[in-house]
């Protein structure tokens, strides 16, 4: 069973800074394709963005810039830093991985039902 468990969701004002982590097993970490998405009520799961294998990265347009994904292999942790943020940041936040080597090819990365597993998602809300 793979489990995906964020944290570092919080409130904070336009401006500030926060860092999402998602932690998971050894296995899933080091071979799994990762991403993180947001979502708002009434719109789709939105790809903001993942990190390949062999660590490169894909960002949506409108985080280029002001968020960083990262992965720390000592402590099988996926980061979000997030700065600069605006109130249109305000979302839910979901990790999430799959084990399929296409996942970098194109805008794949971006849809989420590609994405077989996903964590239980944390709250981010940013004030002006």
């Known amino acids: 069973q793979v489990q995906l468990v964020e944290s570092g969701g919080g409130s904070v004002q336009a401006g500030g800074s926060l860092r999402l982590s998602c932690t998971t097993s050894?296995?899933?970490?080091?071979?799994?394709?990762m991403g993180w998405f947001r979502q708002t009520p009434g719109k789709e799961r939105e790809g903001v963005a993942a990190i390949g294998t062999d660590g490169s990265t894909r960002y949506v347009d409108s985080v280029k810039g002001r968020f960083t994904i990262s992965k720390d292999n000592a402590k099988n942790s996926l980061y979000l830093q997030m700065n600069s943020l605006k109130p249109e940041d305000t979302a839910i936040y979901y990790c999430?991985?799959?084990?399929?080597?296409?996942?970098?090819?194109?805008?794949?990365?971006?849809?989420?039902?590609?994405?077989?597993?996903w964590g239980q998602g944390t709250q981010v809300t940013v004030s002006s």
């Open positions: 999430a991985a799959d084990p399929w080597t296409g996942m970098s090819a194109g805008d794949n990365w971006r849809k989420d039902s590609v994405y077989r597993y």
């Open positions: 050894r296995y899933v970490f080091m071979n799994y394709y």
